[in-house]
């Protein structure tokens, strides 16, 4: 049975979960357990810890980020925009959608292009000799 656990209005993650975040299980007397403050807690191998939070740059601490897994569920105006634009010609015209979708695609793999024709161009600047 899946175990969840959502805590919610997060802003900082207190020094008492990292060994939970860390992972750092340990078997005693046939149990799996795991240090949380000055006790062993048993631990469920299909526990699941979710911190949420409505601050878009929460204060997370360099040892405690690579621990966590962050998502954004913010959206702006214009994502909002752009996806409703999306749905509405793919169900009124989905050839121009099938089209727009190409040009996307056309526009993503230029702009990698200029990136590594940038790259040679600054290359080829810093190794050249003379005027």
Do not use: C, W
Not at 22 to 37: F, S, W, Y
Not at 59 to 87: A, M, W, Y
């Amino acid at each position: 049975m899946l175990q969840v656990l959502i805590v919610s209005e997060v802003d900082t993650v207190h020094p008492i979960l990292v060994p939970l975040l860390r992972g750092d299980i340990e078997k005693q007397a046939g149990r799996l357990v795991v240090p949380v403050g000055d006790k062993l807690v048993d631990h469920n191998p299909s526990f699941m810890l979710y911190l949420v939070t409505r601050n878009a740059s929460p204060q997370l601490s360099p040892d405690v980020l690579p621990l966590l897994t962050t998502t954004n569920f913010s959206i702006t105006r214009s994502g909002l925009e752009s996806q409703l634009l999306s749905l509405t010609l793919q169900h009124e015209q989905p050839e121009l959608e099938s089209r727009k979708a190409a040009l996307l695609a056309s526009e993503a793999g230029l702009k990698l292009q200029l990136t590594g024709l940038e790259k040679q161009l600054l290359q080829a600047l810093a190794t050249s000799k003379g005027n």
